[in-house]
């Protein structure tokens, strides 16, 4: 058995996701699974990394310290997701995605500075994982759905091999929302980004609601759709689906918040956003015939847009976590999937995801830590 740590923070910035996973077997055998989740904020960085993100003129003294300061804050949630899990052996590897502050293939970055983490726990960190792609001529994106096989591809109520899916979408709702579609044959398995979404919906919180996002979707659930305003977002976000490009960075949503936000209240704006959203995700699941839909990330909380999902898109709709994984782990356990596969030489994009050219490179940047370091982590006493 190994121990694999996943790391991630996504383009909503709203903190950082740890999994703590327990692997068994090698490769594309390997079964996994999660031990512990931990969530942090991700501290006085968040601002920089929206500036970041949003395209501002920084310093390269600033880059440098954002990768820095967020390499430390990850490192600070692994230990912290750890001690409240003493696992029975060493960390084996960590593998973090770092923060998607530009995304336009080929160019790509995902800022992290992995040597805080290495030095904290005393394993190897690998990091980077979109740029062998991107040098192969893929998009980058999305890079899940080989881990999204490894995790659902059966069903987990009871880990029996003969209750695989024909196809099963797996939609991480996210600042950006992206489909994996899990079929029992790799070959067949699908993946795509539809349009922005908690991107959206975040938005339209701080602008209409004055917080940070719309808890469980209340403010939502309260409003009514506008038409008009339903279908210019809709147009927007369907551009994005229709397109088949690989989202990246930037406040999409702006533009329209703010042609809105004056003559819709606050509830109105956020059931408006649900309404296009969703109907999006509808059609872009819709093109691919599938028997059931598993939803994660953080606009699962939002039970606003899953039961718009559940109304639009047809086929059965229930949540990650009840597979196993809570839908707020589904990123972080994933990032430690695809850790592992690197470290067995697996590739971990697909050619007929990402459009990289076959076959598929093997991923990632590793970083190798002074063993000897005294603060490194040690075995703990119990077990998980």
């Not at 594309?28 to 500036?51: K, N």
């Not at 976000?237 to 960075?249: F, I, K, P, V, W």
Request: charged residues 20%.
């Amino acid at each position: 058995m190994r121990i694999a740590i996943g790391a991630m923070t996504g383009t909503s910035l709203d903190g950082i996701d740890i999994a703590v996973a327990a692997v068994e077997g090698r490769g594309l055998d390997m079964q996994v699974r999660l031990v512990r989740h931990g969530s942090v904020e991700l501290g006085p960085a968040a601002a920089g990394l929206r500036r970041a993100a949003d395209q501002e003129p920084m310093t390269a003294e600033a880059f440098a310290r954002l990768a820095w300061s967020l390499g430390e804050r990850c490192a600070d949630a692994i230990a912290a997701t750890l001690s409240e899990c003493r696992p029975d052996r060493d960390v084996d590897l960590v593998a973090v995605h770092g923060q998607t502050v530009f995304h336009r293939p080929p160019i790509s970055w995902q800022l992290i500075n992995p040597a805080p983490i290495a030095a904290r726990l005393g394993c190897r960190v690998v990091f980077d994982l979109r740029q062998a792609d991107l040098a192969a001529g893929g998009r980058g994106a999305p890079i899940t759905p080989l881990a999204d096989w490894v995790l659902f591809r059966h069903d987990s109520t009871d880990g029996a091999e003969d209750t695989d899916l024909a196809r099963r979408a797996v939609v991480n709702l996210g600042g950006f929302c992206n489909v994996s579609i899990v079929t029992a044959r790799l070959e067949t398995v699908a993946g795509f980004d539809v349009c922005a979404c908690n991107q959206v919906l975040d938005a339209v919180a701080r602008a209409a609601l004055g917080a940070p996002y719309d808890h469980d979707g209340q403010a939502a659930r309260l409003g009514t759709p506008d038409g008009p305003a339903t279908e210019a977002l809709h147009t927007m976000l369907d551009r994005q689906r229709t397109q088949r490009r690989s989202l990246g960075t930037g406040d999409e949503a702006a533009a329209w918040v703010a042609a809105h936000r004056d003559t819709l209240s606050g509830q109105d704006l956020a059931a408006t956003a649900v309404a296009a959203i969703s109907r999006c995700i509808a059609l872009a699941l819709g093109d691919h015939a599938v028997d059931d839909i598993v939803v994660a990330g953080g606009g699962a909380l939002n039970t606003s847009l899953v039961d718009a999902i559940r109304r639009a898109a047809g086929p059965p709709v229930s949540l990650c976590s009840e597979l196993g994984v809570p839908v707020q782990a589904r990123e972080a356990l994933a990032m430690a999937v695809l850790g592992a596969l690197c470290a067995d030489g697996v590739p971990i994009t697909l050619p007929q995801v990402t459009g990289c050219r076959e076959p598929a490179p093997v991923a990632g940047a590793w970083y190798m830590p002074d063993t000897t370091a005294p603060d490194k982590l040690k075995r703990m006493n119990s077990p998980c």
